[in-house]
Every structure is written in C-alpha cells, then in structure tokens.
C-alpha cells in the first residue's frame, strides 16, 4: 500500500521512525511534510494527507501533531476520510477492522518511538471485516457525510 504522511513540527521528530516503521513492513510512503521542526499550522498538512486517501492517491494516511487531536479534528472535515487518535494498539487495530478507519492520528508528545512502531503495525496490518453489521455501520456513517455536505 501507499500510505501518505503528514505532520505539524510537534509531531516532526516522531515522523522519522513512523516512515521507517511504514517501509520495514513492506509500504511506499508519501511523504506530505513537514519537513523541518519550524513552526507550522497543522491543518495544512492534514488536509494534504486527507486529500491523498480520499483522492485514491494513498491507501490510508498518518498523522502526527502534539497530542494528534487537531490533525484528527482537521482531517475528519474531508469527505471520505474517518480518522481518528489511536494511542493503544488494541484500537489502532480495531477502528480499521469495524469502522474501516483510513487515517491514523498520533500524538507525538502522548506516545513514544517504541508504542508508535505498535500503532503503525497494528494500523497497517488490520482490514476492514466486512462483515454486515460494520458495513450496515459504515454505510450510516457515509450516509451521514452525505446529508451533512448540503
């Protein structure tokens, strides 16, 4: 898969490893910035990766900023995209298997190198189950998305 990445500068150091982590498993990364510590408004960068996944230009997105809640907040206002903080690996895994989530937001000043390497895997591995009752769920949410536009 083709995963877009993006952060603001609190997330800047975190980035390095969750690239790294993206390729050892096998992934090609686009790299949405930033790409210095320099001040920068997270939105940008959200947008970026948000618009990469819903486009089709990545398969999934990840974020990163201070605590992964504006990154979150920014990239969920893109049709398409669900997105969401994950600082445990249990739901990293779970919200792709029953919500198909497609952006994984982090909080590089909540979670550490090693836990980052966890979510990413975890994030990456896992597939939406498809199984009726999530679609039945997901379909209301897209429904939603939908009503919501106009």
Not at 4 to 32: M, P, R, S
Not at 49 to 63: C, E, F, K, T
Not at 71 to 88: L, M, P, T, Y
């Amino acid at each position: 898969m083709k995963i877009a990445i993006g952060c603001d500068h609190a997330g800047f150091a975190l980035k390095d490893t969750v690239v790294k982590q993206v390729q050892l498993l096998g992934h090609e990364v686009l790299d949405c910035g930033t790409f210095s510590p320099d001040s920068v408004d997270y939105p940008d960068f959200a947008e970026k990766v948000a618009n990469a996944v819903a486009a089709g230009q990545a398969s999934r997105g990840i974020l990163i900023c201070g605590s992964g809640v504006g990154v979150c907040v920014a990239a969920n206002k893109v049709k398409g995209i669900r997105a969401s903080i994950c600082h445990d690996a249990y739901t990293a895994k779970q919200a792709v298997e029953h919500d198909a989530l497609n952006v994984l937001c982090l909080g590089a000043r909540i979670i550490g190198p090693a836990s980052a390497e966890e979510l990413v895997t975890q994030f990456l591995n896992a597939s939406f189950s498809e199984e009726e009752r999530h679609q039945r769920r997901l379909n209301k949410v897209r429904a939603l998305e939908e009503k919501n536009l106009k």
